[in-house]
C-alpha cells in the first residue's frame, strides 16, 4: 500500500483550517501520482462538547468541498473505521466508496446547539439509506451500530481483521484505471436524480469510450 495515499483522522479533533488542509493534501497526491492503488482513510472519535466554539460556516463551506472532492477522485477510496465516529470522521466514512469497520463501530451525528449536526452528513445518510432508515439518529442522535450500519448498506464489511479486508482490497482495486473509475462513479452519481432518457447519454458516451478502449487494447 502507497503510504502516501493514507491519511488518519481524528474525529475528536474540532474541525481547523487545518483540517481542510490536510484532506486536499491528501486529494493533490491522489492526483498526481501515476501508481494505481486506493486512497485510505483510517477514522474513529467524537468531537467534544465545544468542538464547534471557533467554527465558521465558511470553514464548513471549504471542509465540505474538500470532502466532495475526495468523494469523486479518480481513484476507489477506503475507509477503515472503528470505536464511535463522529463529526469530520463520519463525513469522510460515509464519502468512501468502499467502508470497512471494526466490530463495535457506531455511527454518530455530532451536537450544537443541542441538537444534531445539520451539515451534509444528514444528507449522505438519507441519500444511501434512505429517510426512515435514519430518521432517529439524525432527529434523536441515536448511534447505529455496526450490524445495522451494515443492514442499511452505510458500510460494507464488519470486520475482525480491518487490516486484512484493505489489503485484500488493495489488490483488486489497483487493476482499474483512474479516468475509468470517475467516471463510473459519476454515473452512479447521477442515477438517483436522473430520468432513463438522461441520463442515456452520458451511459452510451461511457460505452462507446469503453468499447474504444477494448479495441486499443
Not at 490536510?22 to 485510505?40: F, K, S, Y
Not at 481513484?75 to 472503528?82: E, G, I, L
Not at 444534531?116 to 439509506?129: I, N, S
Amino acid at each position: 500500500m502507497n503510504d502516501e495515499l493514507v491519511l488518519r483522522v481524528d474525529g475528536a479533533r474540532p474541525l481547523s483550517a487545518a483540517s481542510v488542509e490536510e484532506l486536499n493534501g491528501l486529494c493533490d497526491r491522489a492526483e498526481d501520482q501515476r501508481e494505481p492503488g486506493p486512497v485510505t482513510i483510517h477514522v474513529t472519535g467524537v468531537p467534544a462538547a465545544d468542538w464547534s466554539n471557533e467554527l465558521t460556516v465558511g470553514l464548513v463551506s471549504k471542509w465540505e468541498r474538500a470532502v466532495r472532492r475526495f468523494e469523486r477522485l479518480g481513484r476507489v477510496t477506503v475507509a477503515v473505521a472503528s470505536g464511535d465516529c463522529a463529526g469530520a470522521a463520519l463525513d469522510l466514512l460515509l464519502a468512501a466508496d468502499v467502508r470497512i469497520v471494526a466490530p463495535g463501530t457506531r455511527l454518530l451525528l455530532s451536537w450544537v446547539g443541542g441538537a444534531t449536526w445539520p451539515g451534509m452528513t444528514v444528507y449522505r445518510l438519507t441519500k444511501q439509506a434512505g429517510a426512515a432508515a435514519i430518521r432517529r439518529a439524525v432527529l434523536l442522535g441515536a448511534p447505529i451500530e455496526a450490524d445495522r450500519a451494515l443492514a442499511l448498506n452505510l458500510v460494507d464489511e464488519v470486520s475482525e481483521d480491518p487490516a486484512a479486508a484493505l489489503a485484500d482490497l488493495a489488490a483488486g482495486a489497483s487493476a482499474v484505471a483512474g479516468k475509468e473509475m470517475a467516471i463510473r462513479r459519476q454515473l452512479i452519481f447521477e442515477a438517483g436524480s436522473t430520468t432513463f432518457e438522461d441520463a442515456l447519454g452520458a451511459h452510451l458516451a461511457a460505452v462507446d469510450r469503453a468499447l474504444r478502449q477494448e479495441t486499443v487494447s
